[in-house]
């Protein structure tokens, strides 16, 4: 986008603010479909917690996804936008009841984080659904492609809270067909923001085996494998970005591998996706307010942590242009800092860009996901709008900016 367009666009709607590309979004979500087109069952619920949008979800449902939730809010909001049934997923951890209750009158698809969820959710409901799917925790480290610098994927699936240990999972098949399920899912999700075309085929190659083992072991029906999240995207502009054709057909050749010799060739894949869908094709747009000169040289942006979390909490990059100046040359090194109280809140740490002036517009990428959704009202700041950018090239706010009066709305004064 040049400089003018954004310009005209500050112009309607004050910076600090998301932006997002419907095109992109219908690429990518175009792009994921063709890849895993082999499966005839293949479905991609969106993770709903990257980017909580309406008009984000009605785009992604216009291009065939179902939605994947945790909260009760997220399950509402759903609804709101016209998912029903199967089109939405529910994998929660320390799930209340309430929020069961509703993911099956809603007839979501309950995916159990854990075996003790089981009689949790009889006692919920009073019986058990046809459909259920249980998260899968293999424990210890999932690592993939060594090599001198590394490993290319590290995660350590031992120390997080989620999922069944292989017995329960085996326990847990057992009971639940003995309390009335008839379908059977697995999911599982061992790495994040994984930038590399393995991890997809080599998650499920492992939950290719165990569906056949657990089929073969428990006498339940396995319909569908959920290969939840994880496939990442390069934040910084000298990784190299993931082949999601690629990525599927390596997911094919374990299917008839594993799946199609054992009699499970009718199996549906389907895909949680948050940050690939959505990040590259949002960006957080910010105003240069002040520049501070100490022991360094700060830009000082209306913008702040509140409304991008990421960098002040995992350190993450992302990558910043200057608008107009996008050809000049990366020749100042800047700190790029937000207003909180709070040291951490810096979008950038010696960073080079180009001489940035008064007013500039500062444009943040890679926060299509895990951005805005993250947002906090810390210090009292208020969330950021969010607007989209259309085919036809026009502007459309999909929420406004929040005001005081919304902050002050839950306070009690009297
Ligand atoms: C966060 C999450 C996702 C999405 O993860 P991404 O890294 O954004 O792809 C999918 N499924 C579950 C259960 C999650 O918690």
């Not at 059977?184 to 075309?197: D, E, K, M, Q, R």
Request: aromatic content about 10%; overall charge negative; hydrophobic content about 35%.
């Amino acid at each position: 986008m040049t400089l003018p367009q954004l310009q005209e666009i500050t112009a309607r709607y004050p910076t600090p603010f998301h932006l997002y590309d419907e095109k992109g979004i219908r690429e990518t979500a175009r792009r994921l479909k063709s890849a895993f087109a082999w499966n005839s069952g293949f479905k991609e619920y969106f993770a709903v917690k990257a980017t909580p949008t309406p008009g984000i979800l009605k785009i992604l449902q216009e291009e065939g996804c179902g939605v994947d939730c945790s909260s009760l809010t997220e399950l509402i909001l759903s609804d709101k936008c016209g998912f029903e049934g199967h089109d939405i997923m529910f994998s929660s951890n320390e799930t209340p009841a309430c929020e069961y209750a509703l993911a099956e009158e809603l007839g979501a698809v309950i995916n159990l984080d854990d075996f003790t969820h089981i009689d949790f959710l009889k006692g919920t409901l009073g019986y058990i659904p046809e459909t259920i799917s249980c998260r899968f925790n293999p424990g210890g480290v999932f690592q993939l492609g060594e090599s001198k610098e590394g490993f290319q994927v590290m995660d350590t699936p031992g120390d997080s809270k989620y999922g069944f240990t292989r017995d329960q999972l085996f326990e847990g098949f057992k009971k639940l067909k003995a309390m009335g399920a008839k379908r059977f899912g697995i999911h599982a999700f061992l790495a994040s923001n994984t930038l590399s075309n393995d991890y997809y085929p080599a998650l499920a190659g492992i939950l290719f085996q165990l569906a056949a083992d657990l089929e073969k072991e428990t006498g339940c029906d396995v319909c569908f494998i959920n290969l939840s999240g994880g496939v990442g995207i390069p934040y910084r502009p000298d990784q190299e970005e993931n082949d999601i054709a690629v990525i599927g057909e390596g997911v094919r050749e374990q299917f008839e591998k594993i799946l199609v010799p054992a009699g499970m060739g009718d199996v549906a894949i389907y895909t949680e996706l948050g940050r690939y869908m959505l990040g590259p094709n949002g960006c957080l747009v910010t105003k240069a307010l002040h520049f501070k000169h100490t022991y360094k040289e700060y830009v000082g942006v209306d913008a702040c942590a509140a409304n991008l979390m990421r960098p002040a909490i995992y350190g993450a990059y992302h990558h910043i242009t200057v608008s107009g100046k996008e050809d000049k040359p990366c020749d100042h090194i800047y700190d790029v800092v937000g207003s909180l109280c709070e040291n951490s809140d810096k979008f950038a740490i010696d960073r080079a860009l180009p001489q940035v002036e008064l007013e500039d517009l500062l444009v943040i990428h890679d926060t299509g996901a895990h951005g805005f959704s993250m947002g906090y009202n810390y210090n009292g700041k208020l969330r950021s709008a969010e607007l989209l950018l259309r085919e036809d090239g026009s502007v459309k706010l999909l929420r406004r900016a929040e005001t005081p009066e919304d902050y002050f709305s839950t306070m009690i004064f009297a």
